[in-house]
C-alpha cells in the first residue's frame, strides 16, 4: 500500500471546497431531474467529422461563443486583464491570481494572492530524476518530446495515486488529491520549461528561482530575459490557459483523468496532442513559414502581392495555412486581438510584427477565395511567436512548450472539477460505416 500524503488547508482550498460543496448538487439535480432532457443531436456529417460541435461535455471553467472567443470563468479576456489583481509594477496579472480565479471563480484579493503566491513557491520542488530523464533523451528531441516526458516522469510523486491506492479512496474527498497534484504541476511545469530551454539552447548553463518572484517573473528569470518578458509570459500563460474542454489538450487530459489516471498522466497526454500541427504546434508552423517566405524573398521588401503569392502557393500545394482557421471560432481569435494589441504598444515597428500584420491584412480573403476553410481568420497562433522572436526566443521549436505551461492552468482547472463533480470515466459509443449506411438509406437511426 502506498503512503499517502495529506493535503494542506489554505484559503485558496477553503474557498475551493465551499464552492465545491455548493456546486455538487446541481449537478445531481440535472442528473436525477433532467437527465433524459435532449440537449443535441448528432448528424453522420459530425460523426465522421471530429464530433464539430456536438454538446457532449460539460465545464464551468471557460467558454468558447464563436463570435466573441474565449471567456474564463464569465469573463472576457479585457475584463479578466482589467479586474484581476495585478503583478508588482505590472499591467498584467499574476499567474498565480489567475490560477486561484480559474478554480474558484472568484476575483482574490491582494492577500489571497500573496497566500497562493506563497503555496506555489513551496510547491516548486521539482524532483531531480526529472533532468536526468531529459537529459538521457537524445538531445534533437524536439522540446514537446521532453517536456511531456519530464511531466510523465513525475507521475511517482502524485498523491491522487497514492490515495487511491491507500485503501481508503473516497469519491468525495478525491478532489483534494487531485487538487494537490494539480497545483504541484502547474508549480513545476514552468521550472521543467526554462530547464529545457537553457538545456537545449543555452549551453546548459541554468538560472536557479529568484525567491522573490511571481510565476511569470520567475520565467522570465530562469530563461534569462529581461523586462517585459515577465509581463509576456504572465500575458502568454493566462491567454493559453484554456479553450472549452472540446480542443484536443485539454479533451485529452480530461479522458485520460476520466479513467482516474493522476494529473501527471493526463496532462502528459494532453501536451502529445498539443504538439500536433493542427493544434498547438501551429505556432512554430506560423515563424517557420515566414522565415521560409523571407528566405524566398531573398531581401526584397514583403508586400500584399508577394505575401499574397506565398499563401496562394502554400493552399494550391494543398498545405493549410498556419495560424489561421479554427474549429469553433468564426472571428479574429480575440486571443490574437489581445497580443496584436501588446505588439502596438511595445513593438510597433518589429518588421516580424509588421509582415504579421501584412499576413493579417491579406490571408482571410485568400481564404474565402480558396472557400475551404470555415473560418478564414486568424487564430492565437498567428501572433504568439512573433512576441517570443521579438525578446529573444529564436528557437520557434520551443513556442509550443510555452503554450503547454500556459494550458497547463486550465487543464488541471478542470480535471480537479471533473474529480470534485465526479464525472465518470468518459467512452462515447462508436458505430460501423455499414450502420451509417443503412441509417443514411432510412433517413435517420430507427433503432
Ligand atoms: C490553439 C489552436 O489549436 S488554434 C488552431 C491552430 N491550428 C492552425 O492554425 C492550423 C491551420 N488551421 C487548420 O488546419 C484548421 O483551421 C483547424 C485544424 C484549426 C480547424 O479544422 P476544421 O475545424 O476541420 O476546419 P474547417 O472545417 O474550416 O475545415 C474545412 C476545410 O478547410 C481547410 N482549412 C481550414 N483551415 C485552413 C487553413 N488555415 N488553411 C488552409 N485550409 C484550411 C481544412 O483543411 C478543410 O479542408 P478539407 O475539406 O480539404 O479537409
Ligand atoms: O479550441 C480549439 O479547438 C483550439 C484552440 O484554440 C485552443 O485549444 O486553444
Not at 499576413?359 to 517570443?388: C, F, R, T
Not at 467512452?427 to 430507427?446: D, I, N, Y
Request: charged content about 25%.
Amino acid at each position: 500500500m502506498s503512503t499517502v500524503k495529506e493535503t494542506v488547508t489554505s484559503s485558496l482550498k477553503e474557498t475551493l471546497k465551499q464552492k465545491i460543496e455548493a456546486w455538487r448538487p446541481r449537478t445531481t439535480r440535472l442528473l436525477k431531474e433532467f437527465g433524459k432532457v435532449v440537449i443535441d443531436q448528432v448528424t453522420i456529417e459530425q460523426a465522421i467529422g471530429g464530433a464539430r460541435d456536438v454538446r457532449c461535455l460539460v465545464t464551468d471553467i471557460s467558454y468558447l461563443d464563436p463570435y466573441e472567443g474565449i471567456r474564463f470563468r464569465g469573463k472576457t479576456i479585457p475584463e479578466v486583464f482589467a479586474e484581476l489583481p495585478k503583478a508588482r509594477g505590472s499591467e498584467y496579472p499574476t499567474v498565480e491570481a489567475f490560477w486561484y480565479f480559474l478554480l474558484t471563480g472568484d476575483i482574490p484579493t491582494q492577500a489571497q494572492v500573496e497566500e497562493v503566491m506563497a503555496e506555489w513557491k513551496q510547491r516548486q520542488n521539482v524532483p531531480s530524476y526529472v533532468f536526468d530523464v531529459i537529459r538521457a533523451l537524445p538531445k534533437d528531441s524536439h522540446p514537446m518530446v521532453m517536456l511531456s516526458a519530464g511531466v510523465l516522469s513525475m507521475q511517482r510523486e502524485s498523491k491522487f495515486t497514492a490515495y487511491y491506492h491507500s485503501g481508503r479512496y473516497n469519491k468525495l474527498q478525491a478532489w483534494e488529491y487531485m487538487y494537490e497534484d494539480a497545483f504541484d504541476l502547474v508549480a513545476r511545469i514552468p521550472i521543467i520549461a526554462a530547464f529545457i530551454y537553457r538545456y537545449k539552447y543555452k549551453n546548459d548553463q541554468h538560472i536557479p528561482i529568484d525567491p522573490n518572484l511571481d510565476m511569470g517573473a520567475n520565467f522570465a528569470h530562469m530563461m534569462g530575459i529581461p523586462k517585459p518578458y515577465d509581463d509576456v509570459s504572465r500575458m502568454y500563460f493566462i491567454l493559453h490557459s484554456d479553450h472549452e474542454s472540446g480542443n484536443v489538450s485539454a479533451h485529452t487530459t480530461h479522458l485520460v483523468a476520466s479513467a482516474l489516471s493522476d494529473a501527471y498522466y493526463a496532462y502528459s497526454a494532453g501536451l502529445n496532442g498539443l504538439a500536433g500541427p493542427l493544434h498547438g504546434l501551429a505556432n512554430q508552423e506560423v515563424l517557420s513559414w515566414i522565415m521560409e517566405f523571407q528566405k524566398k524573398l531573398g531581401g526584397a521588401e514583403p508586400n500584399k502581392e508577394n505575401v499574397s503569392k506565398a499563401l496562394w502557393d502554400t493552399l494550391n500545394a494543398g498545405q493549410v495555412i498556419p495560424g489561421y482557421g479554427h474549429a469553433v471560432l468564426r472571428k479574429t481569435d480575440p486571443r490574437y486581438t489581445a497580443q496584436r494589441e501588446f505588439c502596438l504598444k511595445h513593438m510597433p515597428d518589429d518588421p516580424l510584427f509588421k509582415l504579421v500584420s501584412l499576413i493579417y491584412e491579406v490571408a482571410p480573403g485568400i481564404l474565402m477565395e480558396h472557400g475551404k476553410a470555415k473560418n478564414p481568420w486568424p487564430n492565437v497562433d498567428a501572433q504568439s511567436g512573433v512576441i517570443q522572436w521579438h525578446y529573444g526566443v529564436r528557437e520557434w521549436d520551443f513556442y509550443t512548450v510555452l503554450f503547454g505551461v500556459g494550458r497547463a492552468l486550465g487543464t488541471m482547472a478542470n480535471i480537479t472539477w471533473d474529480r470534485a463533480l465526479g464525472y465518470p470515466i468518459e467512452r462515447p459509443k462508436s458505430v460501423t460505416t455499414e450502420m451509417l449506411e443503412q441509417w443514411a438509406a432510412e433517413g435517420g437511426r430507427k433503432s
